[in-house]
Nanobody
Framework: QVQLVESGGGLVQAGGSLSLSCAAS????????VGWFRQAPGKEREFVAA????????NYADSVKGRFTISRDNAKSMVALQMNSLSPEDTGVYYC?????????????????WGQGTRVTVSS
């Protein structure tokens, strides 16, 4: 059973950058597809980015393509989300997720491991 702990959230001005990290423990990290979801105030939780367990496939929401980059380090059991050109629409709580094997899915229900979330606030 893998546990996920996010870090790196905070307050940033529009146009700025922020890097989120997620540390995994309790499982063989290289067997898990991992990703990020976010939930803005008053909105449904939405997919942001994901990478397959092999790291060979990545998937991004259209709203973040070209601005966000997901990466994983299996040796350190970590996944990162580099966020550039941030806008106020990127504000929300960002959750790290994982599922055993599989592809870089956009579907929430496929992920059965979730972190507690880290808050990102982008000011205009």
């Amino acid at each position: 059973q893998v546990q996920l702990v996010e870090s790196g959230g905070g307050l940033v001005q529009a146009g700025g950058s922020l890097s989120l990290s997620c540390a995994a423990s309790g499982g063989t990290f290289s067997r898990y597809a991992v990703g990020w979801f976010r939930q803005a105030p008053g909105k449904e939780r939405e997919f942001v980015a994901a990478t397959s367990y092999s790291g060979g496939t990545t998937n991004y929401a259209d709203s973040v393509k070209g601005r966000f980059t997901i990466s994983r380090d299996n040796a350190k059991s970590m996944v990162a989300l580099q966020m550039n050109s941030l806008s106020p629409e990127d504000t929300g709580v960002y959750y790290c997720v994982a599922k055993l094997f599989g592809l870089a899915s956009q579907t929430q229900l496929q992920y059965n491991h979730w972190g507690q979330g880290t808050r990102v606030t982008v000011s205009s």
